[in-house]
């Protein structure tokens, strides 16, 4: 849920910096070479910064050195993703469309059509139920093919691809616009896999691809691949986690100059003078030292805000860690605020810093759950307002 930041003040929230959006895209477009499309993935609610706050962002805002809008069309993984963001750019829907006549799916493409969302497609039974019910509605659908050439996780695979593009080019109500591929390992550079995968993926496509009249956009550069494998740029580009100021190696980078997008905070709702020796939390598994002041920070891992970084942790306040104490519980968490004495109630926290050295940062807190920025970013729940800045936060 988007907010003001007036409105925001005093409660937990994500800021989420509109120049650091911008500034990433800049940075990804000048990898690239003149011409090349840019596709910004949003799904996830744009990796957790809010998707409404992300695609406002890109389409209305300008930024030196950048068109607008900022980017050539959008992406996310499903129907109700796309149905769900404002009709401001072309989007691409990931998820390949299986059984339209059940459920709510036939309405679903219904919406689809109307827009012209471009459909994913991956058998020749799909694309005979997405012909029929454009047909039916008197319209052409959008339709792109995702091939699989490694990744093993889904998309046409190479043996089946002849037949499925000449089942798709045979129907008059389908339009093939797109033809793509995931490289599973772009994120380690010089990487042999991506070499073998692209290679797959040129011979699959190519004289496909020079045998049609209309263009066809191939894509199979995600955020790695933008910087490591130039080669595999070809029309178009996915950003994905780099558009959020994350470095594809999941590592900070003072080589790729990307800032992170995301600062999340939230007041200090209470502190508690403890003498030594006092437990803190569940499970007594924190002991107070010394006589100190224990701060409670509303958020818990409800909120996205790990168990595991209990008593790991660490918080900034006023410009110093503090250090998260006790287990985190569901909708709270206790920080040691013994080295800020000034600390007072309804001061700022920063739980996750903007600053990728900053030992609050996603790239610190992914290291100590034992996971990947993607993950801490898609965490942070829905009751974390999200609130859009002009200007880095």
């Given at each position: 849920m988007a907010m003001d930041v007036k409105q925001s003040q005093g409660l937990p929230r994500l800021i989420v910096s509109r120049q650091a959006i911008l500034h990433n895209v800049r940075v990804i477009r000048q990898q690239l070479r003149p011409g090349t499309r840019v596709c910004a993935m949003v799904k996830a609610?744009?990796?957790?910064?809010?998707?409404?706050?992300?695609?406002?962002?890109?389409?209305?805002?300008s930024y030196e050195g950048l068109p607008t809008p900022a980017v050539d069309q959008?992406?996310?993984?499903?129907?109700?993703?796309?149905?769900?963001?404002?009709?401001m750019l072309p989007i691409l829907v990931f998820r390949a469309i299986e059984n339209v006549y059940v459920g709510k799916a036939r309405e679903a493409i219904d919406t689809a059509l109307q827009f012209g969302w471009i459909l994913t497609i991956g058998t020749?039974?799909?694309?005979?139920?997405?012909?029929?019910?454009?047909?039916?509605?008197?319209r052409r659908a959008m339709v792109h093919v995702m091939i699989d050439t490694g990744m093993s996780?889904?998309?046409?695979?190479?043996?089946?691809?002849?037949?499925?593009?000449?089942?798709?080019?045979?129907?008059?109500?389908?339009?093939?616009?797109?033809?793509?591929?995931?490289?599973?390992?772009?994120?380690?550079?010089?990487?042999?896999?991506?070499?073998?995968?692209?290679?797959?993926?040129?011979?699959?496509?190519?004289?496909?691809a020079a045998?049609?009249?209309?263009?066809?956009i191939r894509h199979a550069a995600n955020s790695g691949a933008i910087f490591f494998f130039p080669h595999t740029h070809l029309d178009m580009v996915r950003p994905g986690i780099s558009l959020y100021g994350i470095d594809p190696t999941c590592k900070p980078s003072t080589d790729r100059f990307l800032k992170p997008v995301a600062k999340w905070t939230a007041p200090l709702i209470s502190i508690l003078e403890v003498k030594a020796g006092t437990s803190v939390g569940y499970g007594q598994t924190w002991r107070a030292p010394?006589?100190?002041?224990?701060?409670?920070?509303?958020?818990?891992?409800?909120?996205?805000?790990l168990r595991a970084w209990g008593n790991r942790a660490m918080m900034m306040l006023h410009g110093t860690e503090v250090p998260v104490v006790g287990r985190v519980s569901m909708d709270l968490t206790t920080i040691d605020l013994h080295d800020v004495p000034a600390a007072r109630i309804g001061d700022e926290v920063t739980i996750m810093d903007d600053d990728p050295l900053s030992p609050a940062s996603a790239y610190a807190l992914a290291q100590?759950?034992?996971?990947?920025?993607?993950?801490?970013?898609?965490?942070?729940?829905?009751?974390?307002?999200?609130?859009?800045?002009?200007?880095?936060?």
């Open positions: 609610d744009a990796y957790g910064h809010g998707a409404d706050i992300v695609l406002d962002t890109l389409t209305n805002f959008v992406a996310v993984a499903s129907l109700d993703e796309a149905a769900a963001l404002p009709q020749c039974a799909a694309a005979d139920d997405l012909a029929r019910i454009a047909l039916q509605r008197n996780r889904c998309g046409c695979e190479l043996p089946r691809l002849g037949e499925l593009l000449a089942r798709i080019e045979s129907h008059g109500s389908l339009k093939l616009v797109s033809l793509g591929t995931h490289l599973a390992t772009a994120d380690v550079p010089d990487h042999p896999f991506v070499i073998e995968q692209f290679a797959r993926f040129r011979q699959a496509t190519d004289d496909f045998s049609r009249s209309g263009k066809l010394r006589d100190t002041r224990i701060g409670l920070v509303p958020v818990g891992y409800a909120d996205g805000y100590m759950g034992q996971t990947i920025p993607y993950e801490v970013l898609t965490r942070i729940g829905p009751r974390i307002r999200r609130v859009a800045v002009d200007t880095s936060a």
